[in-house]
Every structure is written in structure tokens, then in C-alpha cells.
């Protein structure tokens, strides 16, 4: 009985293992073959060699997809924290009509298909008669984006004492004041985490973003979709290590600051 007991264990892990090298090998190919001398990949590789990361620096819509990629993810995380964070003070400190309903309707995007949010706002947008825009494409990505800030605040409020706000506003302490020199440093950690993350997931996004994207303010993620669609280049190889290097080291990065952050500030 003990030893068909741990067989089943031992299929289990073996199957897990298999899962992973299914998920993962396809990622590590295409950061190994980034640096492959040679157009056509092949292994084992003949050389070492940075010649596509150089020919990808000297691409200029490349570079422009790189630019406007940034400036969205940017202006993404801002907007979001800037609207998640009253909103998870709302929703954890204050009673009020229709709360729960209100939180589940900004929490509901997480929940959604990308593909229903990418094509519900465009025909919203067309039916309002307005051309896609990026204000259009950043107004997709904080709906995509907030839900994350939301929960990440909200969870750090929970564990942030309601005392010490009304002890400073006793002492007479503002609103604006507390918030300034008691809340905010306390929740500084879940709001870089936060914007990173939003950040991280406005820069990767591709499903929503063909929805919205115009010819002038295209992603990095839509450039590679359109150039596997045309050719398959080595550049494609280059840009795919680069971004799997931001998006990997960007959410490690965000719970690296809030581990730092959170040390001596535990209530």
C-alpha cells in the first residue's frame, strides 16, 4: 500500500515536471536562438554571437514600438494607482451604499476574457462615434490594469490598524495630513508593487491591445505579432529575449521593493 503510495506521488511529480518543460522549453529556445550567429536557428548552435540585439537597436519602428510601449505603461501605471488607491481607501475604511456592487465592477475586468474587453470597448467607443486613439488605448489599459492595484491595496489596508489614523487625527491631524504622513508611508509597499505590476502587464499585453492599437501607437507585443504574421526574422528571436527579460524582472523587482519596503514598517 505505502509503496503504490508514493508511485502515485512520483506519476504526479513527473507529470508536474512535464508541464513545466511544456510551458517553459518554447520561452528558453527563443532566448537561447537570440543569440545564434546564423539566420536559421538550429542546435546545437554554431557560435555566440549579439549581431540580431545590434540589428534590432537600428530598427526604427522597432524603437518607436519600444517608446510607445513605455509611455503606455507608464502613463498606465500612474492612472491606475491614482484611481486604485481612494478607491481601496473607499472600499476598506468607509461604509456606504452600493459598495459591494462598486468593487465588483471595477475587480470584474480580472475575471473577463481580454478578447470581450478589447471588443466591447472598441464597439463602445465606435458607437460613441470617436476614432481609435491612445487615449482610447490607454483607457483600456487602466480597466485591464486596476483590478490588480485594487486587490494589492486593498490587502495591505486590511493590515494596516484603523487606530493609527484616528490617533493622529486626535492629535489633530487632517484628513489629507494622515493620509500623507501615516497611510501612505504604510502602504508604500503595495502601491510601487502596484504600479509595477500594472506597468508590467500594460507593456506585455497583446489581446486587448489589437483591439485598440492605431498604426501610429503600436506596442511591442502587437510589432511581434505583425512581424511573425509577415516573416519569421532572427530579430523576432532578439526582441522576444527583451521582453521576456522585462516582464520577468519587473513583477520580480516589484516584490523585491515591497519585501524592502514592508522591513520595520509590520503593524
Known sequence: MQNKFFSGWTLIKLYTLLVYVWMF??????????????????????????????????????????KNSIVLGSCTAVLTTAIGVPAAMAFIRYDFRGKDFLNTLLIAPIMIPEVVLGVALLLFIRWLQQPKSFALLLIGHVVLT???????????????KKEYEEAAMVLGAGPFQTFKEITLPLLAPAVLAGMLFSFTISFDDVTATLFWATAQNQTVPVKIFGMLRNSISPEINALGAVMIFLTVSTPLLAGYISRRFAKGKDI
Do not use: C, T
Not at 546564423?38 to 537597436?57: A, R, T, Y
Not at 486596476?146 to 494596516?160: F, H, S
Open 25 to 66: 522549453a518554447p520561452i528558453v529556445a527563443v532566448v537561447i536562438l537570440a543569440f545564434n550567429p546564423h539566420q536559421f536557428g538550429s542546435f546545437p548552435m554554431e557560435g555566440f554571437s549579439f549581431k540580431w540585439f545590434v540589428k534590432l537597436s537600428h530598427n526604427s519602428s522597432i524603437i518607436d514600438a519600444f
Open 146 to 160: 486596476l483590478p490588480y492595484v485594487l486587490l494589492i491595496v486593498q490587502a495591505r489596508l486590511v493590515g494596516i
